[in-house]
């Protein structure tokens, strides 16, 4: 934890990005130093000892400019019990890595139970207006997931995202919930309060502590959903907006894509179609499970316990 706040304040530098955070990492690893070490050299020892470029050196100048500033949002963290998780620690999912690539968020703001970023989970996601079918199909589906012992991610967001989580909670099972925006700008929703449980819940921001919701923030949201899990299932989504680009994201991330299958499609699934024929969604079909109509998943469970 001594170190997060040197990296936080890095992180934090206009034009410093996931690439940059990387490189500079690569650069202090050849000669063994520490980013606290990093801190201390003028940019000529930058530039002779570590080969470091001019925006780099620049980005650690500023870095150290804002440390102090950075120390009041590093102390607000530690009082919430919030921790950083960092791109090249043991507790980073590898698999961001390895699909993101330098898209990958640098530091992961993470409360709960941290495990949970090492279990095999499913994202269910889906639009905050949702059909009364879609807010069965999502319930179902949590519930089916985690009797399957997979964790459910989903966007923390009312609608499908929330309905998703409280069924993985009511059922016993584990869910992870990523954020749009800073734990500063948390709101637990009331039809969480009964249901949740730290012990069996993870919330994750890629944002630091203080950054507001927006548009852009949602989609880089919903693309860290979908590159945590080891299969994306789109309940129901317009033609267009965020969770048909997380639908996108998902393609270009090689995550398989399911979406739920009407016999007669609600306004709030129009995307649903056009996912399974532009973006190759495999379709998720009713069947009836004592006396009781649930998504068929087993393609999908088998994906997430047997693929990559």
């Not at 400019?65 to 507790?91: N, P």
């Not at 249901?195 to 921001?205: E, G, I, K, T």
């Not at 852009?216 to 959903?225: G, K, Q």
């Not at 007669?264 to 004592?290: C, F, H, K, S, W």
């Amino acid at each position: 934890m001594k170190h997060d706040k040197y990296w936080m304040a890095l992180d934090q530098v206009k034009g410093v990005g996931p690439a940059m955070m990387r490189e500079i990492h690569d650069a202090l690893r050849r000669p063994g130093l520490s980013i606290t070490d990093l801190f201390t050299l003028s940019p000529e020892e930058m530039r002779s000892e570590l080969s470091l470029r001019e925006q780099a050196i620049s980005a650690v100048e500023a870095a150290r400019g804002r440390l102090t500033l950075v120390e009041d949002g590093y102390f607000k963290l530690i009082d919430a019990g919030i921790e950083i998780v960092l791109f090249f620690e043991e507790g980073y999912p590898e698999r961001l890595n390895r699909l993101m690539k330098n898209e990958a968020p640098s530091m992961l703001y993470v409360y709960g139970n941290r495990s949970l970023l090492r279990e095999k989970s499913a994202a269910v996601l889906g639009e905050k207006a949702v059909s009364e079918k879609g807010e069965l199909v999502a319930y179902r589906a949590a519930q089916e997931l985690v009797r399957h012992r997979i964790a459910v991610t989903s966007g923390f967001a009312r609608g499908v995202d929330l309905i998703a989580h409280r069924a993985a909670l009511e059922n016993g099972g584990g869910t992870i919930g990523v954020l749009p925006h800073g734990f500063s700008q948390l709101k637990m929703p009331d039809s969480m309060k009964e249901a949740y449980n730290p012990d069996f819940m993870l919330l994750v921001s890629p944002f630091g502590f203080d950054t507001e919701y927006s548009t852009f923030n949602a989609f880089r949201r919903n693309r860290l959903a979908c590159a945590l899990s080891r299969a994306v299932f789109i309940v129901e989504s317009p033609a267009d907006g965020g969770i048909y680009e997380a639908a996108k994201s998902a393609r270009a991330l090689g995550v398989p894509l399911y979406a739920t299958e009407y016999a007669e499609y609600p306004d709030t699934a129009a995307g649903n179609p056009v996912i399974m024929r532009e973006l190759g969604a495999q379709p998720v079909r009713g069947r009836l499970v004592n006396n009781a109509l649930l998504p068929n998943l087993d393609r999908l469970i088998a994906d997430v316990k047997f693929g990559d």
